[in-house]
């Protein structure tokens, strides 16, 4: 790993090549679970790993490498959409209208991203800081700039929906849970 | 039977299945990424950026000496008026001279009156003559000839004529011929006032100090600064992130250089350039025995993993460890001042500045270990402001020393594709030395 991003510092296009290849399909998602749709993740996406190749040289620990690219790639998608203030607020929650699946079919990652995807934008941010990246609500305030009762609510809102759909889309047993 | 899922469980159950996915990434991403990737022999900042550097640095001194040349042609007026009254002061003073040579009244004309009582003895009240100077008399015309009693009076100044007229009576009254070289001693015939103003060497010199007009160093038109200024240097952030960074962050020492050269347009404003080399610091300390920063999650972003500090991006794998970073950034500044003199030697100064950010410096420890850090997300071009207030003192007619404590902050944030906003500022005092 270090004699990758010791290629990458030296820009050389084979290390940089063997970076993007590792890490890419990891980063897209979520690229797509932190934005709006496909175009917003497609450019957070590319102006993360830009970013990346162009300040890989201050990373000291190779260990922190996925640690480091995941925040940067968080840290664009928030940017996105604070450069774009209005998808915050002209976006509605999108209706439930996920084909109900039979009880006990196997349920997938691409389909839990779309139940995520579907709430609003706001919802969305502060559920997956919160659940996935381990954001306080504190830090979630400060960084989408709202209040930490906003971020609470927010996250409050985006359970109880996921919840919902989740327990409709599925029939989930302890069994489930435990996989 | 369908359970209803705890928060825990549900986001357990959402966690694990989103980290688990993985993506199908387009090939084309790549094409479009690997065409913006920075080779390796590029400058560390775009040409671009460099263009416009120089562009701006163009500018601004265009724009010092558009104002400049103004200033001067504005001044070319009041300029004349000094010249003239030298030259009408020296005609006066031998036109004085050779009155008294003859023993006449001193037949003044207006053009005379007007230029004495524009030069700088505004309260002439009594003319003497002292010995030194009478000497002079009778060798030249050109050398200073007169030592006037200034007073603080009240009273509007008398005309030059009632001056004159002082003079001649008291003379007659002492019926001293005044040019009698064989008579008792020159400065005796010339008692003119009945109590003789210059008493002693010192006093004689101190008068002749306040009349004759000294050369000073503000005399210059064009002048040479070399200043150096000890500082403190912070950073204002807005209110999102203040609360953080306020937390770990602290003012450090800084401090500024640089070659000035100014132009006095009038006795009381000049205008000047520079360039100036401005070291700003910061310390970043982050102490895991610190009870609030290690029991609160909220700084994990900061101290656990990495963020923006003042010099970018810094990774850092332990957060139960020390942190501490000093930051030096080296900007190379042009700025544009106008200085007015408020009395004496007080002044006032204010101006702006453009800085290009040309050189940065960190240190990063995180225990005993020392981390690798660099700059990142530093804006390259910046402008700010400079307000300074102060005093200069002569030292000679060709040197002065400034004193000035100076304030200085930049208007734009100093970190660039952030969130939040970093204006940089300093505190110090200006020392420096004018040619």
């Given at each position: 790993m270090r004699e990758l991003i010791e290629g990458c510092i030296k820009k050389e296009r084979s290390s940089c090549k063997q970076l993007y290849d590792k890490f890419s399909a990891k980063m897209l998602t979520i690229c797509r679970i932190y934005t709006r749709n496909s175009e917003d993740a497609r450019d957070v996406f590319q102006t993360g790993f830009i970013r990346i190749f162009e300040n890989?040289?201050?990373?000291?620990?190779?260990?922190a490498l996925e640690w480091w690219m995941k925040r940067i790639f968080i840290n664009e998608s928030i940017l996105l959409y604070k450069k774009n203030a209005r998808y915050l607020f002209d976006e509605t929650m999108i209706s439930d209208t996920s084909d109900k699946r039979e009880v006990g079919d196997k349920m997938d990652g691409e389909a839990v991203l779309q139940e995520v995807q579907k709430l609003p934008m706001r919802m969305r941010q502060v559920f997956c800081m919160y659940v996935?990246?381990?954001?306080s609500h504190k830090e979630i305030a400060e960084k989408l700039g709202i209040s930490e009762g906003t971020s609470k609510s927010n996250l409050h809102d985006a359970r109880n929906v996921l919840r919902k759909r989740v327990s409709n889309l599925y029939s989930i047993s302890e069994t489930t849970l435990q996989e | 039977m369908k359970k209803q899922l705890t928060d825990q469980e549900l986001d357990a159950f959402l966690k694990g299945k989103l980290q688990n996915l993985n993506s199908e990434v387009p090939t084309s991403f790549w094409n479009e990424i690997d065409a913006q990737i920075p080779t390796a022999?590029?400058?560390?900042?775009r040409k671009n950026k460099l263009m416009a550097s120089v562009a701006l640095s163009a500018v601004a001194i265009a724009a010092a000496a558009a104002v400049t040349y103004t200033v001067i042609s504005l001044s070319q007026q009041n300029e004349e008026v000094i010249i003239a009254s030298e030259q009408a002061t020296a005609k006066l003073r031998a036109y004085v001279a050779d009155s008294i040579q003859q023993d006449s009244l001193p037949q003044i004309d207006n053009s005379l009156v007007h230029t004495y009582n524009t030069i700088?003895?505004?309260?002439?009240?009594k003319l003497t003559i002292d010995e030194n100077a009478f000497a002079q008399i009778q060798n030249s015309n050109?050398?200073?000839?007169l030592v006037t009693e200034i007073k603080q009076a009240d009273t509007e100044p008398e005309p030059i004529s009632a001056v004159s007229k002082t003079i001649t009576e008291e003379k007659q009254e002492n019926?001293?011929?005044?040019?009698?070289?064989?008579?008792?001693p020159i400065s005796e015939q010339l008692s003119?006032?009945?109590?003789?103003?210059?008493?002693?060497d010192t006093a004689d010199e101190q008068l002749t100090k306040d009349l004759i007009p000294q050369k000073n160093p503000?005399?210059?038109k064009w002048r040479f600064g070399a200043y150096f200024s000890p500082s403190y240097s912070y950073r204002m952030l807005d209110d999102v992130d203040k609360y953080y960074y306020d937390l770990i962050e602290s003012s450090a020492f800084a401090w500024n250089a640089s070659l000035e050269l100014s132009y006095q347009i009038n006795s009381k404003f000049s205008v000047s350039s520079a360039i100036d080399i401005e070291q700003y610091s910061l310390k970043t300390e982050v102490y895991a025995a610190n009870a609030y920063l290690s029991l609160n999650d909220e700084l994990a972003y900061i101290m656990g993993s990495y963020g923006y500090t003042p010099c970018g991006l810094t990774v850092i794998q332990n957060s139960n460890t020390d942190f501490i970073q000093s930051t030096c950034l080296y900007y190379l500044s042009i700025p544009l001042q106008v200085q007015y003199d408020?009395?004496?030697?007080f002044f006032v100064r204010a101006g702006l500045n453009y800085s290009l950010l040309v050189g940065t410096h960190t240190n990063s420890h995180l225990g005993k270990d020392d981390l690798y850090s660099n700059a990142a997300y530093l804006r390259r071009n910046n402008f700010g402001l400079i307000l300074s207030a102060g005093k200069e003192i002569s030292i000679n007619d060709k040197f002065s020393v400034i004193i000035a404590p100076q304030f200085r902050i930049r208007l734009?944030?100093?970190?660039?594709?952030?969130?939040f906003n970093s204006n940089a500022y300093m505190l110090g005092l200006n020392i420096g030395l004018r040619y």
């Open positions: 890989i040289a201050q990373l000291k620990e190779p260990d996935l990246d381990g954001f | 022999n590029q400058a560390p900042f700088n003895i505004p309260q002439v009240q050109n050398a200073p000839l019926d001293n011929p005044i040019l009698d070289t064989s008579a008792s003119l006032d009945p109590k003789p103003i210059v008493e002693s503000k005399d210059r408020v009395y004496k030697s734009q944030s100093m970190l660039d594709d952030v969130d």
